[in-house]
Protein backbone atom coordinates (compact mmCIF):
# COMPACT_ATOMS: atom_id res chain seq x y z
CA UNK A 1 0.00 0.00 0.00
CA UNK A 2 0.77 3.46 -0.27
CA UNK A 3 0.70 5.89 2.45
CA UNK A 4 -0.04 9.42 3.61
CA UNK A 5 -1.00 11.24 6.54
CA UNK A 6 -4.14 12.89 7.02
CA UNK A 7 -2.46 16.00 7.41
CA UNK A 8 -1.08 16.32 3.97
CA UNK A 9 -2.68 16.34 0.80
CA UNK A 10 -3.69 12.94 -0.75
CA UNK A 11 -3.89 14.49 -3.98
CA UNK A 12 -0.03 14.61 -3.81
CA UNK A 13 -0.08 10.83 -3.60
CA UNK A 14 -2.12 9.91 -6.64
CA UNK A 15 -1.27 7.17 -8.94
CA UNK A 16 2.31 7.52 -10.72
CA UNK A 17 1.83 5.68 -14.35
CA UNK A 18 3.74 5.85 -17.27
CA UNK A 19 2.46 5.61 -20.85
CA UNK A 20 1.14 2.82 -21.75
CA UNK A 21 0.94 1.82 -17.98
CA UNK A 22 -3.20 0.87 -17.21
CA UNK A 23 -3.84 3.76 -15.53
CA UNK A 24 -5.51 2.50 -12.78
CA UNK A 25 -2.89 0.85 -10.94
CA UNK A 26 -0.03 2.05 -8.90
CA UNK A 27 3.13 1.60 -11.41
CA UNK A 28 5.40 2.18 -8.62
CA UNK A 29 3.78 -0.12 -6.02
CA UNK A 30 2.91 -2.60 -8.63
CA UNK A 31 7.08 -2.80 -9.28
CA UNK A 32 7.50 -3.19 -5.24
CA UNK A 33 5.02 -6.13 -5.51
CA UNK A 34 6.40 -7.73 -8.05
CA UNK A 35 9.85 -7.92 -6.80
CA UNK A 36 13.05 -6.59 -8.10
CA UNK A 37 13.80 -9.80 -10.13
CA UNK A 38 10.57 -8.68 -12.36
CA UNK A 39 11.31 -6.23 -15.43
CA UNK A 40 8.87 -5.12 -18.13
CA UNK A 41 10.06 -5.00 -21.94
CA UNK A 42 9.40 -1.48 -23.43
CA UNK A 43 6.06 -1.40 -25.78
CA UNK A 44 7.65 -1.32 -29.57
CA UNK A 45 10.69 -3.97 -28.56
CA UNK A 46 11.14 -7.01 -29.77
CA UNK A 47 10.27 -10.33 -27.27
CA UNK A 48 10.52 -14.07 -27.94
CA UNK A 49 7.22 -16.01 -26.72
CA UNK A 50 6.91 -19.73 -25.84
CA UNK A 51 3.63 -21.02 -26.60
CA UNK A 52 4.59 -24.27 -24.67
CA UNK A 53 5.96 -22.77 -21.87
CA UNK A 54 3.33 -20.21 -21.97
CA UNK A 55 0.50 -23.43 -21.58
CA UNK A 56 1.86 -25.20 -19.18
CA UNK A 57 2.04 -22.50 -16.89
CA UNK A 58 -1.59 -21.73 -17.38
CA UNK A 59 -2.51 -25.22 -16.68
CA UNK A 60 -0.17 -25.01 -13.67
CA UNK A 61 -1.96 -22.02 -12.05
CA UNK A 62 -5.66 -23.29 -12.73
CA UNK A 63 -4.62 -27.18 -11.67
CA UNK A 64 -5.91 -28.36 -14.95
CA UNK A 65 -3.91 -30.33 -17.25
CA UNK A 66 -2.49 -29.25 -20.55
CA UNK A 67 -4.44 -31.11 -22.96
CA UNK A 68 -7.55 -30.68 -21.64
CA UNK A 69 -6.96 -26.80 -21.67
CA UNK A 70 -5.10 -26.44 -25.11
CA UNK A 71 -5.48 -27.41 -28.14
CA UNK A 72 -2.43 -29.15 -29.83
CA UNK A 73 -0.96 -27.25 -32.72
CA UNK A 74 2.06 -29.48 -33.90
CA UNK A 75 2.97 -27.00 -37.10
CA UNK A 76 3.35 -23.77 -33.93
CA UNK A 77 6.91 -23.36 -33.61
CA UNK A 78 8.77 -23.88 -29.96
CA UNK A 79 9.45 -19.98 -29.76
CA UNK A 80 7.95 -16.89 -31.72
CA UNK A 81 9.48 -13.89 -32.42
CA UNK A 82 6.96 -11.11 -32.10
CA UNK A 83 6.42 -7.36 -31.47
CA UNK A 84 5.43 -6.07 -28.46
CA UNK A 85 2.28 -3.47 -28.93
CA UNK A 86 0.96 -3.28 -25.38
CA UNK A 87 2.04 -4.02 -21.63
CA UNK A 88 -1.37 -3.73 -18.80
CA UNK A 89 -0.54 -4.24 -15.53
CA UNK A 90 -2.93 -5.99 -13.13
CA UNK A 91 -3.89 -6.79 -9.70
CA UNK A 92 -6.14 -9.96 -8.64
CA UNK A 93 -8.97 -8.92 -7.08
CA UNK A 94 -9.13 -11.38 -4.08
CA UNK A 95 -5.33 -11.87 -3.53
CA UNK A 96 -3.65 -8.78 -4.75
CA UNK A 97 -1.70 -10.37 -7.09
CA UNK A 98 0.21 -8.85 -9.83
CA UNK A 99 0.76 -10.01 -13.49
CA UNK A 100 1.26 -8.10 -16.77
CA UNK A 101 -0.59 -8.82 -19.80
CA UNK A 102 1.28 -8.24 -22.92
CA UNK A 103 -0.13 -7.93 -26.62
CA UNK A 104 2.28 -9.51 -29.13
CA UNK A 105 2.11 -9.65 -32.54
CA UNK A 106 4.32 -12.75 -34.65
CA UNK A 107 6.68 -11.06 -37.02
CA UNK A 108 7.12 -12.94 -40.60
CA UNK A 109 10.24 -13.78 -41.32
CA UNK A 110 11.09 -11.28 -43.85
CA UNK A 111 10.63 -8.73 -40.75
CA UNK A 112 13.26 -11.24 -38.65
CA UNK A 113 15.47 -10.22 -40.97
CA UNK A 114 15.79 -6.98 -39.70
CA UNK A 115 19.01 -5.40 -37.88
CA UNK A 116 16.97 -4.95 -34.76
CA UNK A 117 15.94 -8.53 -34.45
CA UNK A 118 15.84 -8.23 -30.67
CA UNK A 119 17.20 -5.52 -27.78
CA UNK A 120 20.38 -6.13 -25.94
CA UNK A 121 17.71 -5.37 -22.66
CA UNK A 122 15.09 -7.00 -22.84
CA UNK A 123 13.31 -5.11 -20.28
CA UNK A 124 13.79 -1.95 -17.74
CA UNK A 125 14.79 -3.41 -14.03
CA UNK A 126 12.23 -3.19 -11.69
CA UNK A 127 13.60 0.04 -9.93
CA UNK A 128 12.26 -0.71 -6.35
CA UNK A 129 11.15 2.22 -3.73
CA UNK A 130 13.63 2.75 -1.03
CA UNK A 131 11.35 3.95 1.65
CA UNK A 132 9.18 0.47 2.04
CA UNK A 133 8.75 -1.93 4.11
CA UNK A 134 7.43 -5.67 4.37
CA UNK A 135 6.14 -7.98 7.02
CA UNK A 136 4.72 -11.33 7.26
CA UNK A 137 1.57 -10.93 9.11
CA UNK A 138 1.53 -12.99 12.38
CA UNK A 139 -1.19 -14.57 14.32
CA UNK A 140 -1.50 -11.59 16.50
CA UNK A 141 -1.32 -8.84 13.52
CA UNK A 142 -4.32 -11.13 12.05
CA UNK A 143 -6.57 -10.87 15.52
CA UNK A 144 -9.97 -8.95 14.88
CA UNK A 145 -8.92 -7.46 18.45
CA UNK A 146 -5.76 -6.84 18.30
CA UNK A 147 -3.67 -4.24 15.30
CA UNK A 148 -0.72 -4.86 13.36
CA UNK A 149 2.80 -4.22 14.86
CA UNK A 150 5.44 -2.31 12.92
CA UNK A 151 9.06 -2.50 13.49
CA UNK A 152 10.41 0.18 15.06
CA UNK A 153 12.98 0.71 12.27
CA UNK A 154 10.23 0.13 9.67
CA UNK A 155 8.14 2.89 10.68
CA UNK A 156 10.44 5.42 11.61
CA UNK A 157 11.74 4.77 7.81
CA UNK A 158 8.38 4.78 5.86
CA UNK A 159 5.89 6.29 8.23
CA UNK A 160 5.19 9.98 8.74
CA UNK A 161 7.21 11.17 11.76
CA UNK A 162 4.72 11.07 14.89
CA UNK A 163 4.62 14.02 17.51
CA UNK A 164 6.12 12.51 20.47
CA UNK A 165 4.67 15.90 22.55
CA UNK A 166 0.98 14.47 22.38
CA UNK A 167 0.30 11.99 24.86
CA UNK A 168 0.04 8.97 23.38
CA UNK A 169 1.57 9.76 20.30
CA UNK A 170 -0.81 9.00 17.18
CA UNK A 171 -1.56 10.03 13.57
CA UNK A 172 -3.95 9.12 11.37
CA UNK A 173 -2.30 7.49 8.10
CA UNK A 174 -4.22 7.25 4.39
CA UNK A 175 -2.69 4.45 2.64
CA UNK A 176 -4.04 3.16 -0.88
CA UNK A 177 -4.06 -0.31 -2.28
CA UNK A 178 -3.21 -1.29 -5.77
CA UNK A 179 -6.52 -0.93 -6.59
CA UNK A 180 -6.24 2.56 -5.60
CA UNK A 181 -8.98 1.89 -2.86
CA UNK A 182 -8.30 4.27 0.39
CA UNK A 183 -7.78 2.83 3.86
CA UNK A 184 -7.22 4.61 6.82
CA UNK A 185 -5.26 3.56 9.68
CA UNK A 186 -4.71 5.03 13.63
CA UNK A 187 -0.58 4.92 14.10
CA UNK A 188 0.07 4.60 17.39
CA UNK A 189 2.96 4.96 20.20
CA UNK A 190 2.47 2.91 23.17
CA UNK A 191 2.69 -0.21 25.02
CA UNK A 192 5.28 -1.52 27.55
CA UNK A 193 7.38 -1.62 26.18
CA UNK A 194 6.04 0.99 23.41
CA UNK A 195 5.98 0.00 20.35
CA UNK A 196 4.41 1.21 16.53
CA UNK A 197 0.92 0.12 16.16
CA UNK A 198 -1.97 0.21 13.77
CA UNK A 199 -5.32 0.15 15.57
CA UNK A 200 -8.50 1.86 14.68
CA UNK A 201 -9.39 0.95 10.64
CA UNK A 202 -6.45 -2.05 10.72
CA UNK A 203 -8.87 -5.05 11.37
CA UNK A 204 -11.47 -3.62 8.54
CA UNK A 205 -8.75 -4.16 5.98
CA UNK A 206 -7.80 -7.25 7.66
CA UNK A 207 -11.39 -8.61 7.20
CA UNK A 208 -11.83 -6.92 3.58
CA UNK A 209 -8.70 -8.59 2.09
CA UNK A 210 -9.14 -11.85 3.95
CA UNK A 211 -6.02 -11.55 5.38
CA UNK A 212 -4.08 -14.71 7.32
CA UNK A 213 -0.81 -15.26 9.43
CA UNK A 214 1.45 -15.55 6.68
CA UNK A 215 0.15 -13.13 4.44
CA UNK A 216 2.49 -10.39 3.82
CA UNK A 217 1.68 -6.95 3.37
CA UNK A 218 4.15 -4.12 1.83
CA UNK A 219 3.96 -0.53 2.41
CA UNK A 220 5.67 2.28 0.78
CA UNK A 221 5.79 6.05 1.37
Known amino acids: MRLSSSSSSTTGFNQVTREGDKKCLNSELWHACAGPLVSLPHVGSRVVYFPQGHSEQVAASTNKEVDAHFPNYPSLPPQLICQLHNVTMHADV ?7 QMTLQPLSQEDQK ?16 SNSFCK ?10 GGFSVPRRAAEKVFPPLDYALTPPAQELIARDLHDNEWKFRHIFRGQPKRHLLTTGWSVFVSAKRLVAGDSVLFIW
Open 94 to 100: ETDEVCA
Open 114 to 129: DAYLLPAELGTASKQP
Open 136 to 145: TLTASDTSTH
